[in-house]
């Protein structure tokens, strides 16, 4: 079963950029698998904030459409979210998570916080 280990979190200020990197565990196949990005602010809903197919495709919520960037390195078994333009209503728990068929993996998380 794929293991996911999400890094990259750390306080930014505001309009600056960080890059998280979401990778499965040593002997995945990742290539085969959907990885998308959620976070979670407090008191908040999870919500998806990009994803990526296996075909390469992406999807974005117009939310960080245009500040945001996920993109898959399948050769080091990595996903990676490129943000910039970072705002502070940014600032949550960032988790990566694996989808193949109907098959569900989520990393535990890693902290981005956006100061003012």
């Known amino acids: 079963q794929v293991q996911l280990v999400e890094s990259g979190g750390g306080l930014v200020q505001a309009g600056g950029s960080l890059r998280l990197s979401c990778a499965a565990s040593?002997?995945?196949?990742?290539?085969?698998?959907?990885v998308e990005w959620y976070r979670q602010a407090p008191g908040k809903q999870r919500e998806l904030v990009a994803a990526i197919t296996t075909g390469g495709s992406t999807n974005y919520p117009d939310s960080v459409k245009g500040r945001f960037t996920i993109s898959r390195d399948n050769a080091k078994n990595t996903v990676y979210l490129q943000m910039s333009s970072l705002k502070p209503e940014d600032t949550a728990v960032y988790y990566c998570?694996?989808?193949?068929?109907?098959?569900?993996?989520w990393g535990k998380g890693t902290l981005v916080t956006v100061s003012s």
């Open positions: 998570k694996a989808t193949r068929f109907f098959h569900e993996t």
């Open positions: 040593a002997g995945t196949i990742f290539s085969i698998y959907t």
